[in-house]
């Protein structure tokens, strides 16, 4: 019921920053959390940040320990729109980014029961 659309790949130098969005549809209203995922080439997705705005499970925001201090999740006014802002990029961090969203009573790891199909970060050295 909820479609999930992610955008602003690109290729970028080490150092450099690059912010991705996922925008929502369809029935939002039941939306609590959102999150980011990444798959890098030969590797399983692993959790990158997310967010939640349910008082039922963890208000806040969560970082892998790979991002923190360099990554910062966020949503817009309307919570249609989750962001991912991306500084001191890392020849590490290339992987296809995946967004998520999650219900009332998920956590800002999971579980996700809706995803995008992906956008691709690129990260030169």
């Known amino acids: 019921q909820v479609q999930l659309v992610e955008s602003g790949e690109g ?20 939306t609590y959390a959102m999150g980011w995922f990444r798959r890098a080439p030969g590797k399983e997705r692993e959790f990158v940040a997310g967010i939640s705005w349910s008082s039922w499970s963890d208000e806040g925001t969560t970082y892998a320990d790979s991002v923190k201090g360099r990554f910062t999740i966020s949503t817009d006014d309307a919570k249609n729109t989750v ?43």
């Open 83 to 125: 962001y991912l802002q991306m500084n001191s990029l890392k020849p590490e961090d290339t992987a296809v980014y995946y967004c998520a969203r999650g219900g009332l009573r998920s956590t800002t790891q999971g579980p996700y029961e809706d995803w995008g199909q992906g956008t691709q970060v690129t990260v030169s050295s």
């Open 11 to 30: 290729l970028v130098q080490a150092g450099g920053s690059l912010r991705l969005s996922c925008t929502a549809s369809g029935r939002t209203r039941s």
